[in-house]
């Protein structure tokens, strides 16, 4: 039979009338009884319905005091037990806030209920300032790595416990936390009085660090009394992925079709270099069966798909074919490549919840119009970024890219310069991803 650890309290009344609780652990395991006792098999896969990868930051500032910290950590064993950990349901991690944070424990250590209950009561108070945002920025950088135990496609979340208020700056770090596709939850307790809000560097502080700031991902409670109850409906609110609305990013929500110039005045050597630069961005995003898809197409008079949204879903295969991508030489029919990329590219993913993207480079004049084929594909809902070399014509440049225009297109006069486009054109990316999600 299973033997957890919880705190079990006293709770007196001082003079002040204030209630103080006395935290001591104790083991409920049941003492001999002269019987065997049945040992109970543990469900090690978890709740699979609950599928996420959560980290716990939890207060261990002397906001909290020692007192409160060992009821937090109960209320954290309950919150445990509830969700269903296991090697298929919910992966859960500990981090604690106070001046330098500290990660107690990684997803991959512990994949069952009992060894994470007995590692939460070996976690000791640290005290110190509630520094929470440089403890929720380092969780967002430093925690959810592949390294570290985060699974492919499963939301990333962490809960914040945040007795009082935080020592510093929380806003920044919420920013970085959605940049990294982390879902923040804040769990406020016992809110400044009046007399102390003069000590409170932003009272919306909630609000700013949050996922979104529409109601879901942030919850009160008045005290660590009774807690229990309020154990439920956050558990409901971790398991519902649909909410999860910053697992969404520009790295893994996005479709990138490239269509590439082959013709003659390219040249071979200088052909390489467009294909440096093609995989210098597809290497940036999160391609997988579930995240970001990549396609390219080269284009002389004719077109050829090199390969489709749908062929590859590892990064290292999409940056393999594109290497090998072989030079075609010829005209320059960049419109028609436009119609034929958007017919036949991306057709066949028109019902994808990924935004697309469509990434020209070319290195001249095309023989056709543009302008035509470049609105339909806007029409589409396609995002264009035109890059052009050498002989290419601003206005061409202009005509295909979408608005605005001074964002979404470049120009370089060498080959070589591509490079330093690199960086600009995956900004713009997440920038028009971002905005489509206001």
């Not at 109960?74 to 298929?88: A, Q, W, Y």
């Not at 962490?158 to 770090?173: K, L, T």
């Not at 995989?279 to 999160?286: D, G, L, M, P, R």
Request: include cysteine; aromatic fraction near 12%.
């Amino acid at each position: 039979m299973l033997s957890f650890f919880f705190f079990s309290f006293t709770v007196t009344k001082g003079k002040s009338s204030t209630q103080e609780a006395t935290g001591q652990a104790v083991s409920t395991a049941h003492p001999p009884t002269g019987k065997r006792l049945k040992k109970t098999p543990e469900k090690k896969t978890g709740n699979k319905d609950c599928k996420a990868d959560i980290a716990f930051l939890i207060d261990g500032s002397f906001n909290i005091g020692q007192r409160r910290f060992n009821l937090q950590k109960n209320f954290v064993v309950f919150f445990f037990l509830m969700l269903g950990i296991g090697t298929e349901g919910p992966h859960v991690g500990l981090v604690q806030a106070s001046e330098h944070p500290k990660i107690e424990f990684y997803l991959k250590n512990f994949t069952s209920a009992k060894d994470v209950l007995f590692a939460i009561k070996e976690v000791g108070f640290r005290g110190g300032n509630s520094n929470t945002g440089k403890a929720l920025k380092h969780t967002a950088q430093k925690f959810f790595t592949v390294d570290a135990g985060v699974r492919k496609g499963i939301p990333k979340v962490v809960v914040v416990f945040i007795d009082g208020w935080p020592s510093d700056d929380i806003e920044e770090a919420g920013i970085v936390a959605r940049e990294f596709g982390v879902n923040v939850f804040i769990v406020s307790v016992a809110k400044p009085i009046p007399e102390e809000l003069g000590m409170v560097q932003d009272v919306t502080f909630v609000d700013k660090a949050v996922c979104r700031n529409n109601g879901f991902f942030s919850y009160h409670m008045p005290n660590w009394f009774g807690t229990t109850k309020y154990v439920k409906p956050l558990v409901q609110k971790l398991c519902t992925h649909e909410q999860m609305m910053c697992s969404k990013t520009c790295y893994n929500s996005v479709n990138i079709a490239f269509l590439i110039d082959g013709s003659s005045s390219v040249g071979d050597s200088n052909f390489r270099l467009m294909l440096e630069f093609v995989s210098n961005i597809a290497k940036t995003f999160e391609i997988s069966d579930i995240g970001a898809k990549i396609a390219a197409v080269q284009f002389t008079y004719d077109q050829r798909t090199e390969f489709s949204f749908t062929d590859y879903s590892t990064k290292e295969d999409v940056l393999a074919v594109i290497r090998n991508i072989r030079y075609m030489s010829g005209g320059t029919a960049t419109g028609d490549a436009i119609s034929f990329t958007v017919r036949n590219v991306f057709g066949p993913i028109r019902e994808s919840p990924n935004k697309n993207f469509l990434v020209i480079v070319t290195d001249g004049q095309s023989y056709d119009d543009v302008q035509g084929p470049a609105a339909a594909a806007h029409d589409a809902g396609i995002t264009i970024f035109s890059v052009g070399v050498a002989w290419a014509p601003l206005d061409d440049l202009k005509d295909m890219a979408s608005k605005p225009k001074e964002s979404h297109a470049f120009f370089t006069r060498e080959f070589t310069g591509l490079e330093p486009i690199v960086s600009d054109v995956i900004r713009g990316i997440c920038r028009d991803f971002l905005e489509s999600q206001q």
